[in-house]
């Protein structure tokens, strides 16, 4: 790999942009831009800034972010491309470092003519198929099934957390900061405080998912604080929060039981969203109830258009 002063002849000449900012200064633009952030978003303009830190062959904290120019975002962009990377993950990064910009213009680091330069840098076009896939009804049953043969608490945990994870579309990370206070009994919904981009949501539940998770608080008891625990081998409680990675490992285990290999969480919110979409609810519902910020993303996951597809195919022949 290039170190990062090799690469500065080229793309990062360092000895004709300002001096870097001290770190935890008041005017330090990446500091503050980060601060503004939700602590989810935080770590994911953190992961961004790694990445390309990486790419350029230096330390996360030895770049100068705010010293950047028109020239290095599109070197970034472009050495993106060259590896490969999701249109969306470019984009991303570039709206990282022109965050930080919006920074620097304000604290007097850059020009106006410099930031409007910085924002208008093009983003990446197209688009990947959604990750992961949909999970079919009998798998859906085989792992609720899991959860009912266990007849510890864990089982009622387990079989409740599936319900809000397939009839809620949540996140993982959204379901781990869920607390109590966040169900209502009437009519049945979830009050997702911690949603992308810092923004809220009403989740309603049907009552079949809502007598699952009814099951669940009953064990639980009516004591404020996470809406679910993690348990130990004994069926107690062990401690005050069910964390995001909780959930994968949990999902794991009942795939195991199930006999229903290679899903993951965002699996259920895929076919949460498909299912809907298929069931003809249209669109802009389904994205509020994604949360989703913009309607494309939405979209992204309708299945219907492969359905038109296969069919058309099927038209075809090829002789045999």
């Not at 007097?108 to 198929?129: D, K, W």
């Not at 209502?184 to 009552?207: C, D, Q, W, Y």
Request: with cysteine; glycine share 8%; net charge positive.
């Amino acid at each position: 790999m290039r170190t990062f002063a090799e690469t500065a002849e080229d793309s990062f000449p360092l000895d004709v942009l300002p001096a870097l900012v001290p770190v935890g200064s008041l005017l330090d633009p990446t500091q503050a831009y980060l601060g503004s952030l939700a602590p989810k978003s935080q770590r994911v303009v953190q992961e961004r800034l790694r990445a390309v830190a990486k790419l350029i062959g230096a330390a996360v904290e030895d770049v100068p972010w705010h010293a950047l120019r028109v020239h290095h975002l599109e070197y970034i962009r472009a050495r993106l491309l060259e590896q490969d990377a999701a249109p969306a993950t470019v984009n991303l990064t570039l709206a990282a470092l022109r965050g930080i910009a919006r920074y620097s213009r304000r604290f007097g680091l850059i020009t106006v003519e410099e930031f409007e330069s910085l924002q208008a840098v093009r983003p990446a076009r197209g688009e990947r198929l959604p990750a992961g896939r949909s999970i079919t009804t009998a798998e859906l049953v085989a792992l609720v099934s899991a959860c009912r043969r266990d007849a510890t608490p864990a089982g009622l945990r387990d079989a409740a957390i599936l319900a809000v994870l397939y009839t809620g579309g949540v996140r993982r990370a959204e379901l781990a900061a869920l607390e109590l206070a966040d169900y209502t009994a009437e009519p049945p919904s979830l009050r997702i405080r911690h949603g992308k981009g810092n923004k809220e949501r009403m989740v309603p539940l049907i009552p079949s998912a809502s007598a699952a998770l009814v099951a669940w608080i009953d064990w639980r008891g009516d004591g404020p604080g996470s809406l679910f625990l993690p348990l130990s081998k004994a069926g107690r409680p062990s401690g005050p929060r069910f964390s995001s990675y909780a959930v994968y490992k949990m999902l794991t285990k009942r795939g195991l039981q199930a006999g229903v290999t290679d899903i993951s969480p965002h699996d259920f919110r895929r076919t949460f969203v498909g299912d809907l979409l298929d069931a003809g609810i249209d669109l802009s519902t389904v994205q509020q109830l994604a949360g989703h910020a913009n309607v494309t993303t939405t979209a992204r996951y309708d299945r219907r258009g492969e359905a038109t597809k296969r069919r058309a195919v099927e038209a075809l022949h090829f002789p045999t």
